[in-house]
């Protein structure tokens, strides 16, 4: 016995030898593939990060090298209308649209679950305009909604209704972006709903129908608690999605009439590159960023409050 041990002492050895250098390996391997990403991540989103930060101290043009005054950029966003009519646009924004695209792309989503003749067609059709050119679409929209010429205003002239504002409207213009901003992107709330439809086990979905669960009783008990982590994904999404409006805006309104549709971003962008106060930009940006966190870290809480009550 006493001869056997050092033999098994040194074949231990070797064997903790052989995994380390198996593990160095696999390490080297994975920083191969994935350290080119990390550099390009670091490059240009980190590195950003904290140069737009330094920047909010400061009352830098991009043109000029800035004075450093603290905290003013953020005292004065407190005293600035056009922040908060942008605050009040945005969330007009994620309040309209995120419940919309849930309750409609679920509901298409079952539609679309069938085995029907051309059913891939369908499917497609309310792709399409998620993958479409944002700028395409906001062009295409604001001709459709364009208050003298536009198809909408001619189908309410056609019907003996009034004409409208729409875009060139103040009381208007925001909803219908929103509706826009809707079409252009409630198709990827689809595709996620379907996904998840087609994961529940057909074996419950029968068993519902052998049971005779009407379709709305397979829809409220077994549909909608299936698809529950997918909306919590959705719900996160589309906030950081509406936070974000920039491109429509650009394309149909530019912010008007009267800072009606003037987003958070797009006031950022035009601090920035239209006004170039770029220290005040970046404090904005800040603002929203700390709250886009705050709103996901707490949906997150709260989701998994409820999942654990549940």
């Known amino acids: 016995m006493n001869s056997t041990a050092p033999a098994l002492g040194r074949a231990a050895v070797g064997h903790r030898q052989r995994r380390d250098r198996r593990r160095l390996a696999d390490?080297?391997?994975?920083?191969?593939?994935?350290?080119?990403?990390?550099?390009?991540?670091l490059g240009f989103s980190l590195v950003p990060m904290v140069w737009a930060l330094a920047l909010s101290f400061t009352d830098s043009d991009l043109q000029t090298p800035g004075r450093n005054v603290g905290l003013a950029n953020y005292r004065a966003l407190l005293e600035d209308p056009v922040f908060f009519q942008a605050l009040r646009n945005t969330g007009l924004l994620v309040v309209l649209y995120i419940p919309a695209s849930l309750i409609a792309g679920l509901l298409v989503a079952v539609l679309l679950n069938r085995k029907v003749r051309g059913i891939g067609f369908y499917r497609t059709c309310f792709l399409v305009p998620y993958i479409a050119s944002a700028t395409s679409a906001g062009l295409l929209m604001g001709y459709i909604f364009d208050r003298d010429f536009g198809l909408m205003n001619g189908l309410?002239?056609?019907?003996?209704?009034p004409m409208q504002g729409l875009l060139s409207s103040p009381s208007q213009a925001m909803f219908v972006l929103t509706l826009i901003f809707f079409w252009t992107r409630f198709?990827?709330?689809?595709?996620?709903?379907?996904?998840?439809?087609?994961?529940i086990s057909k074996e419950i979905l029968e068993a519902a129908s052998i049971d005779g669960a009407s379709r709305w009783t397979t829809f409220r008990h077994i549909i909608v608690p299936s698809v529950r982590p997918m909306t919590l994904f959705l719900t996160v999404w589309g906030v950081i999605d509406a936070l974000q409006f920039f491109d429509l805006v650009m394309t149909t309104t530019k912010g008007g009439p009267a800072n009606a549709t003037v987003t958070i971003v797009y006031y950022i962008w035009q601090l920035a590159f239209t006004y170039f106060t770029a220290g005040y930009g970046a404090a904005v940006a800040y603002v929203l960023f700390v709250g886009t966190l705050v709103l996901i870290i707490g949906g997150f809480l709260i989701a998994r409050r409820k999942g654990a009550m549940a």
């Open 27 to 41: 390490n080297v391997a994975g920083w191969t593939f994935a350290g080119p990403a990390s550099l390009i991540i």
């Open 156 to 161: 309410f002239v056609k019907l003996g209704l």
């Open 187 to 199: 198709g990827f709330a689809v595709v996620i709903y379907l996904a998840a439809i087609q994961e």
